[in-house]
């Protein structure tokens, strides 16, 4: 099988080359990405001389481009390219439409062109943010209604439902996936898991919005890229799925788990002003995948924290490079003074 996969170069887009490149040997992937602040190639850089896989500098906005690509001989487009963080989309939403929106109707209207000669398959990797907050109890399903509450949640919102109204209109074979935070090897250093690590190792403040009792549902990443090679090869057309991890944790649990684990006091911990529209918790219902396609997640979250932290500790070289310039310019505008 030939697979188009956006955005590859990012933290799960990567570990999902490297999930197919390793399950499927007869598979042969191109990997489009722009290249934004949270792509990096080093997250690949093994695979640069593997026959099976190529890597191509693009943007999925790129319509020529895309619809060249598509045109020769794909048959599965895996679309994991977006901006992805909500911080930076209350600070940017621009580059949030035109990624997450703009940049999926150009993946769709490529595919449109020639799914009626031959056969093609559409995996559109989406969010549990699309569903909005949760009270203190109940869970997501895929048919919770939607209610985003930021830019990039609402961007996501809107892609998914560019996909929906394809498979419908169209008839193109189209799915979306819906998934819990997920955490593990190659995740950029904003995000809050890296971010804990990589800061407990310096000895730096941990940063924790408000009271640190938003909740958000953990899956490491490998069980997420099993989870999309289920939906990839035997999910239903015109369906969406929800992935989860089966494991809530407050933020500030999460933080604390990571600083015991590292031997480092909690009073690196420094509460901060909440961001605005911060959601209070989120849960994943993925009782459907489970009963349906027969996947569950494998790897528990102090299995999956400790696999996490040896990783960033073996690899320091490459989140401290990451951790300077923009980032930290970034960084230091999110945090500082709140």
């Given amino acids: 099988m030939k697979i188009l996969v956006t955005g590859g170069c990012g933290f799960i887009g990567s570990n999902f080359i490297r999930h197919i490149l390793k399950c499927h040997p007869d598979y042969f992937l191109i990997n489009v990405d722009k290249l934004t602040y949270a792509g990096n190639l080093e997250n690949l850089s093994d695979l640069s001389d593997s026959p099976r896989y190529r890597f191509i500098r693009g943007d999925i906005a790129d319509a020529p481009r895309i619809e060249e690509l598509v045109s020769q001989g794909v048959e599965t487009i895996v679309n994991f390219a977006a901006e992805s963080h909500v911080d930076r989309s209350i600070e940017d939403p621009g580059a949030f439409m035109k990624t997450n929106v703009f940049g999926t109707f150009v993946l769709l209207e490529a595919m449109r062109k020639v799914f009626q000669k031959r056969q093609i398959r559409f995996l559109h990797i989406s969010t549990d943010e699309v569903y909005g ?173 400790r696999l996490t932290i040896e990783w960033y500790q073996a690899h320091r070289e490459w989140w401290k490079k990451i951790k300077t310039g923009d980032y930290l310019d970034y960084y230091n505008r999110m945090y500082k003074d709140r």
């Fill in 133 to 305: 907050s949760l009270g203190e109890s109940g869970a997501f399903t895929e048919t919770t209604p939607l209610a985003p509450n930021s830019p990039y949640s609402a961007s996501k919102t809107a892609a998914d439902m560019l996909v929906r109204a394809y498979h419908h209109t169209y008839g193109l074979p189209a799915l979306v996936t819906r998934c819990s935070n997920n955490y593990g090897p190659y995740q950029f250093p904003e995000k809050l898991i890296p971010l804990m690590i990589s800061n407990a190792l310096e000895d730096k403040e941990l940063p924790i919005y408000g009271d640190g009792m938003n909740v958000r549902d953990w899956i490491y990443v490998e069980d997420h890229c099993r989870a999309l090679d289920v939906v990839l090869h035997r999910g239903k057309e015109g369906e969406v799925y929800n992935v989860g991890g089966r494991s809530e944790k407050p933020n500030i649990t999460v933080a604390k788990t990571i600083l015991d684990r590292l031997g480092k006091p909690h009073s690196l911990i420094r509460y901060v002003a909440d961001r605005p529209g911060h959601d209070r918790r989120y849960a994943i219902d993925f009782s459907k995948i489970e009963r349906e396609l027969g996947w569950k997640p494998s790897v528990s979250f102090e299995e999956g924290i």
